[in-house]
Structure formats: structure tokens, C-alpha cells
């Protein structure tokens, strides 16, 4: 199973910056999808960024050009640049990977980190 832990949250003044990391371990045999997710308090949890294996993207609108996801598929790795940080990014943010398992090449299992906390202060 794969094991996903994301590093790099803190706090931060608005306008600054900071970059999330998270790293899968575990049996792996095979990642797909890799995303990244927030939750605020009160709210849902949301997409923030999405890259394919193939290293296509997918933003949600409320963070296009300023934030930057990459993936290194060597580490089974992947990173979210977040930039020109607002108030309003302020949540607990999630890694997410779909797994496809050795034992079961068709099957797919979503796999999460336990957490990081961005909070930008005003």
C-alpha cells in the first residue's frame, strides 16, 4: 500500500510563498494521478491541483498563476509552489495518489497524507 506523507506547510505573511512537498512510500508499483486538495474549516475538502503521470495539469481557478504543481516520478514525488499566498489559502492540505497495486493491475485505490497546514496571516 502506499503511504503518502506532505511536509512543508507553516505560516506565512500574505503575498509571500511557500512549496509543499509530498512523498510516497511504500510497495509501489504504480502512481497515476497525483493532487493536491485543501480543507478550511467549515468548508469541504476541494481540488487545489491535479498532474497526470504524463505531467498534464489542472488548477482550480482560484489559485491559476500563482500556484505551480510538479511531480517527479523517479521519487514518486510530487510538490505544490504556492505563490503570492492570500488570506484566503489558509486551510489543511492534502496529497492525494491513485494507486494501481501489483496483485491487481486493474483496480485503482485513492490514497491520502495526513495533512499540512498552510496558514497566511493578513
Known amino acids: 500500500q502506499v503511504r503518502l506523507v506532505e511536509s512543508g506547510g507553516g505560516l506565512v505573511q500574505s503575498g509571500g510563498s511557500l512549496r509543499l512537498s509530498c512523498a510516497a512510500s511504500g510497495s509501489i508499483f504504480r502512481i497515476n494521478d497525483m493532487g493536491w486538495y485543501r480543507q478550511a474549516p467549515g468548508q469541504d475538502r476541494g481540488l487545489v491541483a491535479l498532474i497526470t503521470a504524463g505531467g498534464k495539469t489542472n488548477y482550480a481557478d482560484s489559485v491559476k498563476d500563482r500556484f505551480t504543481i510538479s511531480r517527479d516520478n523517479a521519487k514518486n514525488a510530487v510538490y505544490l509552489q504556492m505563490n503570492s499566498l492570500k488570506p484566503e489559502d489558509s486551510a489543511v492540505y492534502y496529497c492525494?495518489?491513485?494507486?494501481?497495486?501489483?496483485?491487481?493491475?486493474?483496480?485503482?485505490?485513492?490514497?491520502w497524507g495526513q495533512g499540512t497546514l498552510v496558514t497566511v496571516s493578513s
Open positions: 492525494k495518489a491513485e494507486e494501481v497495486p501489483a496483485t491487481a493491475p486493474f483496480r485503482r485505490f485513492e490514497r
